[in-house]
């Protein structure tokens, strides 16, 4: 059984920084590809970043450059380096692994619970 525990989000002002953590249960994050969405009310799922299984990255438009991701091997950890926050990252950010389509879609097997992130002006 594959768990994803999502953690680090919280309250923030316009311009701070935070870092969510993706620890994995049940499955190893080494070699495998890993994502951060984020879905902000009544809007959609959005692709944020991703590590592939070689360690490359990929960002979403509109936070290339102020967001970083990056795993653990040895926590088996995926972190989202979050910086330069505004407003409109406001949302509740989940990790996801195992993709059934592209990588930048919504369709994964295993989802955390989210965690909520507030930025305000």
């Known amino acids: 059984q594959v768990q994803l525990v999502e953690s680090g989000g919280g309250l923030v002002q316009a311009g701070g920084s935070l870092r969510l953590s993706c620890a994995a249960s049940?499955?190893?994050?080494?070699?495998?590809?890993v994502a951060w969405f984020r879905q902000a009310p009544g809007k959609e799922r959005e692709f944020v970043a991703v590590i592939t299984s070689s360690d490359g990255t990929v960002y979403g438009g509109s936070v290339k450059g102020r967001f970083t991701i990056s795993r653990d091997n040895a926590k088996n950890t995926v972190y989202l380096q979050m910086s330069s926050l505004q407003p409109e990252d406001t949302a509740v950010y989940y990790c996801?692994?195992?993709?059934?389509?592209?990588?930048?879609?919504?369709?994964?097997?295993?989802w955390g619970q989210g965690t909520q992130v507030t930025v305000s002006s």
């Open positions: 996801a692994t195992d993709s059934k389509s592209a990588y930048n879609r919504p369709l994964y097997t295993y």
């Open positions: 049940g499955r190893t994050f080494r070699y495998v590809l």
